[in-house]
């Protein structure tokens, strides 16, 4: 860390070093408080000016040109990202109307005294228990119902296994 320190007060001297020797030829006075004794000795007050090579080519008009040119720029971002924002909340509205719609067929289901829950071994589908859960230990798959509801936001269940039972193409009439 001390290292740093140093290198780091080595480089603010010898940049005060050159803004003093710069300086030294427009006002030695000032300039000398600064510039150390060695580079004085060395180098001499006032070996080191600058000037401006040529003027700005740039008049009044020009830069009131380039600003109003640059706030257009401005202008026209501003706009293109309001539209990709009304897009976006566009195609979003759509999406809610669509999962809305999804859920509220899922509740209606529910609502019919269809037990629904998640799938054991599919965590993104929705399935339908059928039968009696009491006969069992362990949940089977022949009896439950997938939803595969990701493709077109409706419900369509479907067989995990085996044959379709009545009560199965009965939710599938209660939906359609």
């Known amino acids: ?5 140093r ?50 080519n740039l008049s009044r008009e020009r830069v009131q040109e380039n600003k109003l040119v640059a706030t257009g720029r401005k202008l026209l971002d501003i ?13 979003l509205q ?3 109307s669509l999962e ?9 289901v529910s609502d019919s005294g269809w037990s629904v829950s998640r799938v054991p071994h599919e965590p993104h589908t929705m399935g339908v228990k059928f039968g009696f859960s009491e006969c069992e230990s362990t949940p089977h ?11 077109d936001k409706r419900c369509s269940w479907r ?5 379709q039972p009545r009560a199965d193409e009965e939710i599938r009439r209660r939906l359609r």
């Open 79 to 91: 706009n293109k990202t309001a539209d990709s924002i009304l897009s976006a909340a566009s195609r």
């Open 94 to 96: 759509k999406e809610i």
């Open 7 to 56: 290198i780091a007060h080595h480089n603010a001297m010898l940049t005060l070093e050159f803004v003093s020797l710069l300086l030294s030829k427009e006002t030695p006075v000032q300039a000398s408080v600064t510039l150390s004794p060695a580079l004085r000795e060395m180098v001499g007050i006032g070996t080191l000016g600058a000037t401006n090579l040529s003027s700005s």
């Open 159 to 163: 067989r995990l296994q085996g044959r």
């Open 1 to 5: 860390m001390l290292t740093v320190l």
């Open 100 to 108: 809305t719609k999804y859920w509220a067929e899922v509740r209606a």
């Open 141 to 151: 798959p022949r009896n439950a119902s997938g939803d595969s509801a990701w493709t």
